[in-house]
C-alpha cells in the first residue's frame, strides 16, 4: 500500500445521500423564495459545509436565511434518511478489505458530527466508524474546499498530508484535498469526471478501489 492513510469524505462515497439531500435543499430554498433545482443543488452545494448555502444565498439575493434554517433543513434530511438511505455499493467490501491489511483510515465530511453518524447508524456503518475516526467541518474553521478538514484529519490521525490519500466525489472536495498537499481519487459515480479535474485518479465503482490503492 502507498498510503499509511485512507480519508474517505463521506456523502456520496460512504453513503447514497448526496441525492436525498440534494432533492430536499433544492425543494426547501425554492419553498423560502429561493428558486433552486436538483441540478442548481447539485452545482453549487454538493460536498460543502452549511455555511457556504447561507454565504451564497445572501450574495445572490442580499437575503438572509432563516435562523433556524439548519435545523429544519436536517431534520427533513435525517427523515428522509430513516426511509431511504442505503450505503454506497461497495462501500463496506471496501472497509472490510483496508480493515483486513491493518491499513488505517477515517472519515472527514462537510458534514455534521450529528448527520455523519445518523447516516451511519441508519446504513449500518457505524459498525467501521468509532468516534476517534470521525472528523467533521465543525472542527474546524473553514471547510471544503479549504484543505483545513483534511489536515487536521491527518494531524489527529498521526499521519503526514503526503501519505494521505483522500477519497472525493465532490469538485470541492478534490480542490481541498490538492490543496492539502494529499493524492485524491475522484469517485464519478454521481460526478461526471471533468467536475473532478486536479484528481489523482478517478474511478466510478467503489469496489474498483482497493486495487486502485495498490
Not at 500500500?1 to 430554498?29: C, H, K, Q, T, W
Not at 433556524?68 to 427523515?79: C, N
Not at 479549504?146 to 484529519?153: N, T
Amino acid at each position: 500500500m502507498r498510503y499509511d492513510l485512507v480519508i474517505f469524505d463521506n456523502d456520496g462515497v460512504l453513503v447514497d445521500s448526496e441525492p436525498i439531500s440534494n432533492r430536499l435543499l433544492a425543494a426547501y430554498l425554492t419553498e423560502l423564495g429561493h428558486p433552486t433545482s436538483y441540478e442548481d443543488s447539485i452545482r453549487d452545494y454538493m460536498g460543502s459545509a452549511m455555511h457556504r448555502v447561507h454565504d451564497l444565498v445572501e450574495e445572490r439575493t442580499g437575503r438572509r436565511l432563516p435562523a433556524d434554517f439548519d435545523d429544519v433543513f436536517h431534520a427533513r434530511v435525517f427523515a428522509a434518511f430513516e426511509r431511504e438511505l442505503k450505503p454506497v455499493a461497495g462501500a463496506v467490501d471496501v472497509l472490510g478489505k483496508l480493515e483486513a491489511d491493518g491499513t488505517a483510515y477515517c472519515v472527514a465530511s462537510s458534514g455534521s458530527h450529528e448527520r455523519i453518524r445518523v447516516g451511519h447508524r441508519t446504513t449500518g456503518l457505524d459498525r467501521w466508524f468509532g468516534d476517534e475516526l470521525i472528523f467533521s467541518s465543525q472542527d474546524v474553521g473553514r471547510g471544503k474546499p479549504a484543505p483545513d478538514l483534511f489536515l487536521y484529519a491527518a494531524e489527529r490521525m498521526g499521519v503526514a498530508p503526503e501519505r494521505c490519500v483522500v477519497v472525493e466525489d465532490s469538485p470541492l472536495g478534490v480542490r481541498a484535498a490538492v490543496a492539502a498537499g494529499m493524492d485524491v481519487y475522484g469517485f464519478t459515480a454521481m460526478t461526471p469526471a471533468e467536475k473532478l479535474g486536479g484528481a489523482t485518479r478517478l474511478f466510478a465503482d467503489m469496489r474498483e478501489l482497493p486495487g486502485l490503492l495498490g
